[in-house]
């Protein structure tokens, strides 16, 4: 049962232009939503995050944007540069049972920012 | 400084050899994590340890042990593993297990062959 989807394993958008990175979920008890970026061969690095009480968040180029009533956040990254293409991972964070903290991730996103 | 170092960068195994990964960070975060990474694959959590002690193992083969000598090293030992166990092992810090909401600093992984 994947609890956070990223339904679109691919993307390409050229340079200068936005991009707009998908991502749904399930679960209504998720509070904290995280967006990693991962190069081949490296950890992820964290890029931005949203609390579920808010609807926005900006940091420079990048925007995530929360509907909490679709259940949908989307990662607006303007403009886009050819060092943003990566991987993107959407992950959302809850407390399970026993009251530990968990992390769910989607199947991530690559991205393709093309000259 | 917000390093997380690991050591070795590539390992090539045997199925019948010992071997150790090693973590260190020197940010003062109190939870470690390690993770294990599949091509084409989330980041999939092994091993949470908050104040060095271990706080989260998920279900993980007891051919890996974890270990947490001190607040700024994390160790993963390796036995008798199978070539499925082929991966990038991933090691994360955070502030700390409850109030970092999962925003991890990655190291950028040691990639594991098991022959």
């Known amino acids: 049962d994947q609890q956070v989807k990223q339904n679109s394993p691919s993307l390409s958008v050229q340079e200068g232009r936005i991009s707009i990175l998908n991502c749904d979920y399930t679960?209504?008890?998720?509070?904290?939503f995280l967006w990693y970026k991962k190069y081949p061969a490296e950890g992820p690095t964290f890029l931005i995050s949203?609390?579920?009480i808010k609807d926005k968040n900006e940091d420079g180029r990048f925007t995530v944007f929360l509907n909490k009533s679709a259940k949908h956040l989307s990662l607006h990254i303007v403009p886009s540069q050819p060092g943003d293409s990566a991987v993107y991972f959407c992950?959302?964070?809850?407390?399970?049972?026993?009251?530990?903290?968990?992390?769910?991730w989607g199947l991530g996103t690559s991205l393709a920012v093309n000259p | 400084d917000t390093e997380v170092t690991q050591t070795p960068k590539h390992l090539v195994m045997g199925m019948t050899n010992k071997k150790s990964l090693k973590c260190e960070q020197h940010?003062?975060?109190?939870?470690m994590y390690w993770y294990k990474q599949k091509a084409k694959k989330p980041p999939e959590l092994m091993f949470v340890?908050?104040?060095?002690?271990?706080?989260i193992n998920e279900s993980v083969p007891s051919r890996f042990s974890p270990e947490c000598p001190n607040s700024s090293l994390l160790n993963l030992h390796l036995h008798a593993l199978q070539p499925e166990d082929s991966a990038l092992y991933l090691c994360?810090?955070?502030?700390?297990?409850?109030?970092?909401?999962?925003?991890?600093?990655f190291g950028s992984g040691t990639q594991l062959s098991v022959l």
């Open positions: 994360a810090s955070s502030q700390d297990l409850a109030r970092s909401k999962w925003r991890l600093f």
């Open positions: 940010m003062g975060h109190r939870a």
């Open positions: 340890y908050s104040y060095e002690k271990l706080s």
């Open positions: 679960n209504s008890m998720f509070d904290y």
């Open positions: 949203i609390s579920s």
């Open positions: 992950a959302a964070s809850l407390y399970n049972a026993g009251n530990n903290r968990k992390l769910i």
